[in-house]
T-cell receptor, first 112, second 114 residues
Framework: QKEVEQNSGPLSVPEGAIASLNCTYS??????FFWYRQYSGKSPELIMS????GDKEDGRFTAQLNKASQYVSLLIRDSQPSDSATYLC????????????FGTGTRLQVTL | EAGVTQSPTHLIKTRGQQVTLRCSPI?????VYWYQQALGLGLQFLLW???????NRGNFPPRFSGRQFPNYSSELNVNALELEDSALYLC?????????????FGPGTRLTVL
């Protein structure tokens, strides 16, 4: 089982819709979780971080964490064509302070 | 505020050669991380430096090494290059080395090994 799993996509949503990106992780005691956006040929850009169960909102983005289910998600409201990118889920596993373990990413396509 | 910077942007080497990549963290950040992103693969953790010391190392052979300087900038050295070392090498920095720290990435160095 991979440490961090994401559906590779592509996930296609129409402009203005809500995009829902999901991530599961294997280490039950992981403490911190991050969402990065990566445009083709570019480096990852941090969008959100979440550490506690529940929702965390920042503009059009909402991160959701459920530690019991080992599940973290990212919702993008009012999706725009500029949101088309690969979204990487990253987890900081307990016992390996500060190293991040990344999923392989979900490619999001926002269509006009 | 300036972000993480890396040099060079692109590099072409041949098998067996050696390469040095450089990274300057965000001002005030003391931790520097190196990751490898090979084509079609996810980001793989290489090395973590904090306060001049190597704190953690990923599952890479010893020919991958590095160091951190007193000004917190860092170098990644790769010896005896192999074709599979072709990848985007990413440097990230953070304020501190704790489990909740946020890591910010530089633009990367794209290494091609022929």
């Amino acid at each position: 089982q991979k440490e961090v799993e994401q559906n590779s996509g592509p996930l296609s949503v129409p402009e203005g819709a809500i995009a829902s990106l999901n991530c599961t992780y294997s280490d039950r005691v992981s403490q911190s979780f991050f969402w990065y956006r990566q445009y083709s040929g570019k480096s990852p850009e941090l969008i959100m971080s979440i550490y506690s169960n529940g929702d965390k909102e920042d503009g059009r983005f909402t991160a959701q964490l459920n530690k019991a289910s080992q599940y973290v998600s990212l919702l993008i409201r009012d999706s725009q064509p500029s949101d088309s990118a690969t979204y990487l889920c990253a987890v900081n596993p307990t016992g390996t302070a500060s190293k991040l373990t990344f999923g392989t990413g979900t490619r999001l396509q926002v269509t006009l | 505020e300036a972000g993480v910077t890396q040099s060079p942007t692109h590099l072409i080497k041949t098998r067996g050669q050696q390469v040095t990549l450089r990274c300057s963290p965000i001002s005030g950040h003391t931790s520097v991380y190196w990751y490898q992103q090979a084509l079609g693969l996810g980001l793989q953790f290489l090395l973590w430096y904090d306060e001049g010391e190597e704190r953690n190392r990923g599952n890479f052979p010893p020919r991958f090494s590095g160091r951190q300087f007193p000004n917190y900038s860092s170098e990644l050295n790769v010896n005896a290059l192999e074709l599979e070392d072709s990848a985007l090498y990413l440097c990230a920095s953070s304020l501190a080395g704790g489990p909740h720290n946020e890591q910010f990435f530089g633009p990367g160095t794209r290494l091609t090994v022929l």
